[in-house]
Antibody, heavy 121, light 108 residues
Framework: EVQLVESGGGLVQPGGSLRLSCEAS????????MSWVRQAPGKGLEWVAN????????YYVDSMKGRFTISRDNAKNSLFLQMISLGAEDTAVYYC??????????????WGQGTLVTVSS | DIQMTQSPSSLSASVGDRVTITCRAS??????LNWYQQRPGKAPKLLIY???SLQSGVPSRFSGSGSGTDFTLTISSLQPEDFATYYC??????????FGQGTKVVIK
């Protein structure tokens, strides 16, 4: 069974840092682009970042460039999101998702269950 | 950046109703459009990819259509488990993707 399990969320003070992890199983992790998507409480989905199979290419939403860093460890089937200078606006559930591709089309499937990040003093 | 606009933002419907949700892109995105369903407290789930391809395991009452800038998700006969929020997402721009704001389907 293909599975993604996030961890690392929690309460962090404004200006603080946090590192999220996503452990993959049930598929060859190193063959896939991976992504982070977040959802603020009561709000819609917001794509955060993508990373290529080997980590050589990374893409971010403009508003998070310089503060968020996506990375991966293919030997450990793990995806990461390092977040710094966190503010209240970063409070959200963070999902990792596999990027599925076919004939130049791309989509997110599956998604993990999410990990909640709360930025508050 | 490509902006995605869904309409309506919410709708009320009854079991058995035919429901249509629209998604409009700020520029042409060919058929690089996906639809997701999110039930309360759950992760999103893929329904439709590449505008009209039904994901394996998704009931055939769900269908997608459109190309260019205008897209539609249709539920042919609404079931109790379909009351959820639906999101469109474009994957046209080179690996910088965006979602619509969501459409919440509630029970009438």
């Amino acid at each position: 069974e293909v599975q993604l399990v996030e961890s690392g969320g929690g309460l962090v003070q404004p200006g603080g840092s946090l590192r999220l992890s996503c452990e993959a199983s049930g598929f060859t992790f190193s063959n896939y682009w991976m992504s982070w998507v977040r959802q603020a409480p009561g709000k819609g989905l917001e794509w955060v970042a993508n990373i290529k199979h080997d980590g050589s290419e990374k893409y971010y939403v403009d508003s998070m460039k310089g503060r968020f860093t996506i990375s991966r460890d293919n030997a450990k089937n793990s995806l990461f999101l390092q977040m710094i200078s966190l503010g209240a606006e970063d409070t959200a559930v963070y999902y990792c998702a596999r990027v599925q591709s076919s004939a130049f089309h791309n989509w997110f499937d599956p998604w993990g269950q999410g990990t909640l990040v709360t930025v508050s003093s | 950046d490509i902006q995605m606009t869904q309409s309506p933002s919410s709708l009320s419907a009854s079991v058995g109703d035919r429901v249509t949700i629209t998604c409009r892109a700020s520029q042409s995105i060919s058929t690089d459009l996906n639809w997701y369903q999110q039930r309360p407290g759950k992760a999103p789930k893929l329904l439709i990819y590449a505008a009209s391809s039904l994901q394996s395991g998704v009931p055939s009452r769900f269908s997608g259509s459109g190309s260019g800038t205008d897209f539609t998700l249709t539920i042919s006969s609404l079931q109790p488990e379909d009351f959820a929020t639906y999101y469109c997402q474009q994957s046209y721009s080179t690996l910088t993707w965006t979602f619509g704001q969501g459409t919440k389907v509630v029970i009438k």
